[in-house]
């Protein structure tokens, strides 16, 4: 408990950056006086702290703080706002023990399980955030924020899923041969599949991949987990596919009433631009020449090439 942040009220208030409260020092008379602060974010200077402190533990010396301070627990203010410093500090203090990541909820799962994984994970960063705006308001939330914290840390999912992690990295370095072999193996099946990917399908895989074998405990695990994801992963591109195949015009086509033009005509002097990167690379096709040349010759007269010819 000792280490809870103060509730807000006690906090110093922050309009006079530049005096010290305690020695009335400023930064007017003294250029080189800079502020530290301590568990309880009150500011004191340097030379206050060195007095104070140097003997041993003291008590802060602000009034209605009764917490006593160590010399070496004094650092500087890393944000303009210690307000913003004592949150900071107790989202890292949170941070600590609701540890959990996001594929540590739905690691190989799909469909409605998955939906239901992401729920609970949704839950739970709901929960951090209400555990760290407890701790910030002090009193008795704090006391209850500080029994979640426990409880989280005693948490049995979560010590197992750590042991695991630490087991898997003893593991790695014990046998890398054998992880090496695996991720061969799993990289020659990616292989395979991939030949009619996408590239942003490929990705997708790969980062499955890569989560499958970080969260796996061993090889059998991480193959009937790897092709469980690997599987979710391809029918969702498959159905994104199947999606984006859907044609808004219904197969309707325009097409020219006056003239049909030929996708191939020989001329001697556009074969080289046919192939020619710098004409093709911005989809333009020598065909369109054509198309825009007959135009210009005949729309304007009123002239129909087709009609004229079949009299
Ligand atoms: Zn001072
Ligand atoms: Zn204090």
Request: aromatic share 8%.
């Amino acid at each position: 408990m000792s280490n809870m942040p103060p509730p807000q009220d006690k906090i110093a208030p922050e309009d006079d950056n530049d005096t010290c409260p305690v020695c009335k020092s400023t930064r007017y008379l003294n250029p080189t006086l800079s502020f530290l602060i301590n568990n309880c974010y009150h500011r004191l200077c340097s030379s206050c702290v060195s007095r104070r402190f140097t003997l041993g533990p003291a008590p802060c010396p602000y009034p209605n703080c009764t917490l006593i301070l160590r010399k070496n627990k004094f650092r500087r203010q890393t944000f303009a706002s210690l307000e913003t410093e004592r949150e900071v500090d107790v989202r890292r203090r949170v941070a600590r023990v609701f540890n959990k990541r996001t594929e540590n909820f739905v690691l190989g799962m799909e469909g409605e399980e998955r939906d239901e994984a992401m729920r609970r994970r949704r839950d739970y960063e709901e929960r951090i955030e209400k555990v760290v705006f407890a701790l910030l308001k002090g009193g008795e939330e704090a006391q209850w924020a500080e029994r979640e914290l426990e409880e989280e840390a005693r948490d049995e999912s979560g010590i197992r899923e750590n042991e695991e992690r630490a087991r898997i990295e003893g593991a790695k370095a014990k046998n890398r041969g054998e992880v090496e072999k695996l991720k061969s193996q799993l990289n020659r099946e990616l292989a395979e599949a991939e030949v009619r990917l996408e590239g942003e399908e490929k990705a997708e895989l790969k980062k499955g991949r890569v989560q499958v074998l970080v969260g796996s405990r061993d090889e059998g695990e991480a193959k009937r987990v790897w092709e469980r994801e690997r599987k979710r992963i391809v029918r969702e591109f498959e159905r994104k596919r199947a999606e984006k195949e859907w044609d808004v015009l219904e197969g309707f086509q325009e097409q020219s009433r006056w003239f049909v033009v030929r996708k191939e005509v020989e001329v001697s002097w556009l074969e080289a631009w046919r192939k020619e990167a710098a004409t093709v690379g911005g989809g333009y096709e020598v065909g369109e020449y054509f198309q825009r040349g007959l135009w210009e010759a005949f729309s304007g007269l009123g002239v129909c090439v087709e009609e004229e010819k079949g009299e």
